[in-house]
């Protein structure tokens, strides 16, 4: 079983950076794949992110490429989103995710964590 917990939301001006993590608890969260989500109200909830089992593919949604970056410290059970030159429209829940690699990318995934607000805005 894995508990996923992220961390590092808030209120950011327009350009700024927030790092956002996703600690594991319970299984090791080396075992499977991960990624972001993230919801704005009256949306579908949207993947933004996903690495794969061995660190060796990562995914970007097409409006954060060359933006943000996933990564993976495996001694730290933990996942990471860094996000820079953030934009109004990034502002939402983000949420963590664990799973199968196909099961994240059909927004399906076996673990969810609880979600942490990103407000952009001047």
């Known amino acids: 079983q894995v508990q996923l917990a992220e961390s590092g939301g808030g209120l950011v001006q327009p350009g700024n950076s927030l790092r956002l993590s996703c600690a594991s608890s319970g299984s090791t969260l080396d075992r499977y794949s991960a990624g972001w989500f993230r919801q704005v109200p009256g949306k579908e909830r949207e993947g933004v992110s996903y690495i794969s089992i061995a660190d060796d593919y990562t995914h970007y949604v097409d409006s954060v490429k060359g933006r943000f970056t996933i990564s993976r410290d495996t001694a730290k059970n933990t996942v990471y989103l860094q996000m820079n030159n953030l934009k109004p429209e990034d502002t939402g829940v983000y949420f963590c995710?664990?799973?199968?690699?196909?099961?994240?990318?059909?927004?399906?995934?076996?673990?969810w964590g609880q979600g942490t607000q990103v407000t952009v805005s001047s």
């Open positions: 995710a664990a799973g199968t690699w196909l099961r994240l990318r059909i927004g399906a995934p076996e673990y």
